[in-house]
């Protein structure tokens, strides 16, 4: 996609991301794929580090502008572009952009219609707000992480998916998204809280419902989604790889067991959790029989609810992936393709990641500074340029 035709659905929205990592990034991510233009606000720095051969998918879509937060016209500069903005996002503990000067109150001066996102682990206030935490710890904290893993184990240590990006960077997203459509209504803008601790406590919901009505158990391994189930786990083949199975619906569990051959009657009941362990023994040896591939040539594309266990490098290259362009090549690196996918205003990848300082004079210039004044910010230090 050329850097002058954007296109989405959030053509024309302009949003200033404080550069961090995680969630912050995650959301600018999703609003740049999306169309918005969105300045990414990095430290100076000098051509030659790490970063000039790393290229971050993360990263893809928008400009970058250096600026050197520590001095006071530096900090002026992003007032100015907070000025043009709707929204600004950021991912610093409390109180970090109040003690540079771009807190919520300082924008609200210069915008009063600005959505102000801030993601942070534990919120925004409350007794572990100014403490260091990651994801493992947040997840820790609501009771999802207590419920993954096996029996007499300790949990494992997930991805960093579930508080990161999935209850910060994705509840940013709405929560940003919903706001901008109310200050257009209401001429105000608001402060978004996003604690990834309360963005996965909302996607508990389903599970905390089971639990309060008493069939979810606080044991792991011993529940219906949590692996204990013997008709929603993953099982090792042949060749040593692994396959899932969800058929957790009875007309699903029943093209299940006739397409296994396995009459149910001998065995204990579907429901019963008492009988899951000898259920899982069986398919175990079952499913040993064969390699993955061949039960992909069984079991893919029925109504049994099966997917092989695809390591990262194998899952571009599945055909449902490659059909539905589910990865893209971009910059050389193969990467998520934009979601989700929208049918008249569709989204893309805008413009390659950027290096620091990228865009300075650019993005200065299309966002409302004379030439003369962006030369004097560079010349003093106030921002910088990548060489």
């Known amino acids: 996609m050329s850097a002058t035709s954007p296109t989405g659905p959030l053509v ?30 990095d430290r100076p720095t000098k051509p030659g580090r790490a970063h000039d051969n790393y290229i971050d998918p993360q990263l893809r879509g928008r400009r970058s502008v250096a600026v ?66 990651h994801d493992l710890n947040y997840i820790a904290l609501t009771g999802a992480l207590h419920a993954i893993g096996n029996a007499g184990m300790p949990p494992p240590a997930p991805l960093a998916l579930i508080g990161d990006f999935g209850g910060g960077g994705t509840f940013l997203t709405i929560g940003v998204l919903a706001a901008v459509l109310e200050a257009r209504t209401s001429g105000r803008g ?17 599970t905390r419902g089971l639990h309060a009505a008493g069939w979810w158990l606080d044991e792991r391994e011993s529940n219906l989604f949590d692996g204990g189930a013997h008709m929603y786990a993953n099982y090792e083949t042949k060749d040593g790889k692994a396959i899932s199975i969800a058929p957790i619906e009875v007309e699903f569990y029943d093209q299940f067991m006739a397409i296994m051959g396995i009459d149910p009657t001998e065995m204990p009941a579907r429901m019963d959790r008492k ?18 591939d061949e039960w992909c040539a069984i079991l893919e594309g029925t ?38 996918r929208f049918s008249r205003t569709p989204s893309a990848i805008q413009r390659p990641s950027p290096k620091p300082g990228e865009h300075t004079a650019e993005v200065l210039s299309d966002w409302g500074l004379d030439d003369d004044t962006v030369a004097e910010l560079i010349d003093s230090g106030a921002v910088g340029v990548y060489d």
């Not at 608001?190 to 389903?206: H, T, Y």
């Not at 009988?275 to 993955?292: D, H, M, S, Y």
Request: hydrophobic share 45%; with cysteine.
């Open 303 to 340: 109504d049994v609810c099966f997917a092989p266990v695809l390591t990262m490098g194998e899952a571009p290259d599945h055909p449902h992936n490659r059909t539905r362009k589910t990865f893209v090549q971009h910059e050389g690196v193969i990467q998520p393709a934009p979601a989700p």
């Open 190 to 206: 608001q402060v978004i809280d996003a604690a990834m601790l309360d963005g996965v406590n909302a996607m508990l919901s389903f």
């Open 12 to 41: 024309g929205v302009r949003v200033i991301e404080m550069s961090g990592k995680g969630p912050a990034p995650f959301c600018a991510m999703l609003l740049a794929d999306m169309g918005a233009d969105v300045i990414r606000i």
């Open 275 to 292: 009988g899951w362990p000898q259920w899982k023994e069986k398919l175990a040896a079952i499913f040993k029989k064969k390699t993955r």
């Open 68 to 133: 050197n937060l520590k001095n006071p016209d530096g900090v002026e500069t992003v007032l100015k572009l907070v000025e043009q903005a709707e929204v600004l996002i950021e991912g610093f503990r409390p109180g970090v952009m109040e003690r540079l000067g771009l807190g919520p109150e300082d924008c609200k001066v210069r915008n009063a219609k600005l959505v102000y996102g801030r993601v942070t682990g534990w919120g925004q206030d409350g007794p572990l707000a100014g403490a260091a935490g």
